[in-house]
């Protein structure tokens, strides 16, 4: 089983930067392949950026792509993502998460097996 926990969330203005970061209980064969998630109520989860343990090629969704960035720390099993230049309808609840190798859909809420609790994040603008 593995356990993801995530932090540093919170309250931003608009413009502003976050760093979440994930610590990783362990890693297994079925972890190898970790993103970042964001959900609002009444809308589905939405990924925001993927990266595989071993490999330092991240994938990102299209309201991350050049604001924000996927990272990875094996030697302190902790994943991040840095947000900058934030807005408001960045405003949602940040979920880790922890898969299996996938030939597509890096970026689907399907093809994780783990999640942590969420980690609020507010933008004022």
């Known amino acids: 089983q593995v356990q993801l926990g995530e932090s540093g969330g919170g309250s931003v203005q608009a413009g502003g930067s976050l760093r979440l970061s994930c610590t990783v209980s362990r890693y297994t064969d079925d972890s190898v392949l970790m993103a970042w998630f964001r959900q609002v109520p009444g809308k589905e989860r939405e990924g925001v950026a993927a990266?595989?343990?071993?490999?330092?090629?991240?994938f990102y969704g299209e309201p991350a792509k050049g604001r924000f960035t996927i990272a990875i720390d094996n030697a302190r099993n902790t994943l991040y993502l840095q947000m900058n230049r934030l807005k408001a309808e960045d405003t949602a609840t940040y979920y880790c998460a922890a898969g299996a190798a996938v030939d597509s859909g890096v970026l689907q809420a399907a093809s994780y097996k783990y999640w942590g609790q969420g980690t609020p994040v507010t933008v004022s603008s």
């Open positions: 990266i595989y343990r071993s490999y330092n090629s991240p």
